[in-house]
Nanobody
Framework: QVQLVESGGRLVQAGDSLILSCAASGHTFSIYAMGWFRHAPGKEREFVATISRNGGTTNYADSVKGRFTISRDNAKNTVSLQMNSLQPGDTAVYYC???????????????WGQGTQVTVSS
């Protein structure tokens, strides 16, 4: 399996932007479709975005479409989530996930990171 470590979460104000990063270990990063999920208090863990193994295809939850952008750099073994126009409803722990040989529209994670807290104040 792949080890995943998220970073970049912090307290921001509504309307701000933030970039989350996920660093993956190993030399086989490109065989994994990657994704971001979030878990807010009192809610189920929610799909946010996924990206194909070569970065050519993405999928987004309706709640973040147009505001968030997922990207990856296979040379650096990283995946990022650019978050714009953040709102209090985006407050959650954000988790990076990997699905070996997966695809953005059929994503069942094999590995998860430990999460990074994003808090958006009104």
């Amino acid at each position: 399996q792949v080890q995943l470590v998220e970073s970049g979460g912090r307290l921001v104000q509504a309307g701000d932007s933030l970039i989350l990063s996920c660093a993956a270990s190993g030399h086989t990063f490109s065989i994994y479709a990657m994704g971001w999920f979030r878990h807010a208090p009192g809610k189920e863990r929610e799909f946010v975005a996924t990206i194909s193994r070569n970065g050519g295809t993405t999928n987004y939850a309706d709640s973040v479409k147009g505001r968030f952008t997922i990207s990856r750099d296979n040379a650096k073994n990283t995946v990022s989530l650019q978050m714009n126009s953040l709102q209090p409803g985006d407050t959650a722990v954000y988790y990076c996930a990997a699905h070996k040989f997966g695809s953005p529209y059929s994503f069942n994670p094999d590995s998860w990171g430990q999460g990074t807290q994003v808090t958006v104040s009104s």
